[in-house]
């Protein structure tokens, strides 16, 4: 029957497809329903477990999270671009922007049933492990962005700013803190963690925003660029150290915070002097040998060690966000794997993993907690002392080192860029209880002013070079 | 002043540095005790808002999520990679494996301590967060795999395979439930619905392990190779169309189901007539142009509508997973847009993201409730039916459309691969209460048995081909 068949004429062979194929359909609704009138019959065991209830309110917390992560994805983007584009400034202020206007100090306090509707309560948790998880990828990003050469080989002038850009903004930080203490933090908080926190928290420079505004206007090759560089390189790692310093005494007793100080130079004495060699031995050089996209074998790697160092020093009693770091750091920051690495991680750390952080800062930044003109001249404070401090310590030393005044002031200027490492520590407080929500708010209002002051005060130093220009947008930002 | 200090030697230089940087240091230090000495005598408002205790919990649940996905990724790949060695087995039955050795069924079973400190029940939601993030990206993946050529012109084997092998395992499965309902089944769930996601659920091919085991054999070229690959495609899109109706009909009355399907008809109807055409002259043509890494806007907006879409099928009333499945399809599968976003997405997804879904699909099965000889007969006959109706069904038709016995039960072998599918759309299930966790069981456990009997069984049927020389682990495993 075989052979006369295939020899029919294409249309009929069509015609002959069809209706075998409605009559399979057909047989099988028949042959269903049948079952089916069987089956309805059938009584099952009663009900146990999760309550239909439980299940729906299961199934639509995931509802939220998309809602959530589509509308903080798309808010950060608008923002941002629109930051760029009209204001000349970096994206990342405006992503922070974004996050602020979801949370209670802007979406909240005029649409409280928008803000409800969007970023619920419910929603808050899922928001925090991604993140988290985000913040722990971009230090290490950060740690893989660190340039060893930046550190090495220093001028006078590099140790000079990068020291007295961190010594200023303590000593003035710390001083603050006796004002601030008696009123804005609590009797479960020592004087001295809040002090060294306050001191540490406005010594901060963010390094990766400071890298893109140098790129952004092609000076990073010139002296003024290479020095802000490896200042900022410089104040990254000494304020990290300190910060783990800070936390290790805020959680713990003073006889239990050496502890934890001996147990952070001894982690970071193993990273660097035992798995740094091993790594760089069994897993870089081989991985630098092959060519074309990394291995999934080699990815896991990296990204177990990459939690299991972050888990080291989070049970040490400092925070997740070092341990990735100094995984970053003692990486090759250049380099197939290094390129590979950034190319599977960074793009979605910064458009999908960022945004949720910023969004999670503004859940938690209540703009109504500052009320009252005692408060905003607080306020005011937090931010003068911020910016005498780092731009002030910075342009003096810098003048003193021979720098013309008006470079001087360019890199007080740029080391004054708080962006988003100053939230990251900021939450970090917060999550400690070292700080109140009341400074906390006040932190990140300081944060954005220092961060959005920089574009401005570099355009009347330097001129508006690089401005109407942006770099593509695909470009990261990174050190070049 | 300047001039002659300018002029010494650099170890002068060198040791000015030194005594200046000593100097600050010692300097900073002094007037922080001063300032702390004053502090100290301050007192702060009473405590407020979180206890230290609340605070501590949350920051060991970081320590636990970070805990659970280095482990989970570690045992991921280590067992992935044995498998895919020592049995020559595809890595992702191996990473199925590690999900439930982590679970209640091996780990929880032998070493109750163990289990609770790697996987403790309060890591379950944040694993959940990830896993669900983690499948709707493969989803995505999944439907921007599907090439639509392998969609059109088929040929009458292709037909006749792809739903012979869909309505044999359907109409087995659904007979199969009237002794399963009774027994496993809880009266909160109509048989009907029961009856429809057995059936479905016995009909899933897992596409991207059966890509992958074609390209490991070097046969995706031949006709049994194509016929296969077209088959799986239908099959794919025929097996979620079927249960995007069941998942209706489950969580809704029989008026509301049918709105359900209308729903779906126009939502895919919308997108396939209105947003692709749109999408392709406004976006896919303009990126098409472009060359290098796609732009982090280009990137925040397929996220965006990845996440707009899952959320509409989430609202419609069935999954999220519909959603994205449907904007992956949508988008060309082949080009720069399509290769960019697989190297951004692609590698991290499997790597970190799935094998979180296999730990939270291994912590939901727990063999210990399969327990007596009767549980046992039926977790054979589930195997057995599904085995029978997949590849029975695809055997038969093969060899009706005139193909050789030896190919025909190899593409049946093919077909009646499951892999993680099959636990997508078990979760999926169970969420939805539809099976019960004793059920859910079961069907891991043909799930697993399905797709590690492939290999073997082609080993058998087409000669080792390939084996021993399995392709490099960095190339991706879809379609080439």
Redesign the interface.
Known sequence: M?IPF?SLLPRT?RLR?FVS?SV?LGA?AV??LW??A???Q?????????S?AE?GA??SD??H???A??VI??L??VVG?ACRRLLGQPPVIGEILAGILLGPSVLGALWPEAQHFLLPESVA??LG??S??GV?LFMFLVGLDLDPRLLRGNT?ST?AVS??SI?AP??LG??L??WL?????????G??A??LFL?VSLSITAFPVLARILRDRRVQGTRLGVTALACAAVDDVSAWTLLALVVGIATATMSGAVWTIAYVAAYVALMMLVVRPLMQRWFVAREERYE??????A???V??AL??S??AT??IGIH?LFGAFLLGAILPNEGRLARELR???E??V???FLPSFFAFTGMRTSIGLVEGSRDWMFCGLIVLTAVVGKFGGSLFAARLT?MSWRHSAALGVLMNTRGLMELIVLNLGL???VI??TIFTMMVIMALVTTFMTTPLLDLLLGRRGFGDPP???LPARTP
């Open positions: 075989a295939g062979s497809t194929y399979m099988t042959a269903y079952i089916r069987q089956g309805e059938l009584e099952a065991p009663a009900a146990t477990g999760a239909a299940r299961h199934s995931l509802a999270l998309l809602l992560l589509g994805t798309l950060a983007r671009g948790p899922a492990v991604v988290k998880i722990v006078h140790i020291h007295a010594v303590f000593l710390a001083t803190a006796l203490y008696p009123l804005y933090s609590s009797a479960s908080v004087f001295t809040f002090s001191g074309g996209p990394l291995s999934h074998s990815l896991a790697f990204f177990v939690l299991g972050a888990l989070e049970w997740a190319s599977r991680i793009d979605v910064l458009v999908l021979g999550d400690l209880g109140s929500p593509p947008d695909a």
